[in-house]
């Protein structure tokens, strides 16, 4: 098993900037994509961001330009830099892995983000 754990969520004015963070842990054998998804209220989860094993990053069309991702193998963690943040990135912000041979799927509970406007 795999246990994902988000942390950096919070409060944060409209313009302003947070830095969500995944630490992986339990049986890794390997990583492969890492990535970050949302939920806002009523609407269903979507992608963020994810990024690969090689460090290839894909972004939802929403956050190109104000979102980065990266991450640290050597610490199995996944980042979410978030700049300029509006109100519509309000949402619970959930950190995925693909584990294995197999890609399978693990999910962290979630970090709640909220933009004030």
């Known amino acids: 098993q795999v246990q994902l754990v988000e942390s950096g969520g919070g409060l944060v004015q409209a313009g302003g900037s947070l830095r969500l963070s995944c630490a992986a842990s339990g049986s890794i054998f390997r990583i492969n994509a890492m990535g970050w998804y949302r939920q806002a209220p009523g609407k269903q989860r979507e992608l963020v961001a994810t990024?690969?094993?090689?460090?290839?990053?894909n972004y939802a069309d929403s956050v190109k330009g104000r979102f980065t991702i990266s991450r640290d193998n050597a610490k199995n963690t996944v980042y979410l830099q978030m700049n300029n943040l509006k109100p519509e990135d309000t949402a619970i912000y959930y950190c995925?892995?693909?584990?294995?041979?197999?890609?399978?799927?693990?999910w962290g509970r979630g970090t709640q983000v909220t933009v004030s406007s």
């Open positions: 995925n892995a693909e584990c294995g041979s197999l890609n399978r799927s693990y």
């Open positions: 990024i690969t094993s090689g460090d290839s990053t």
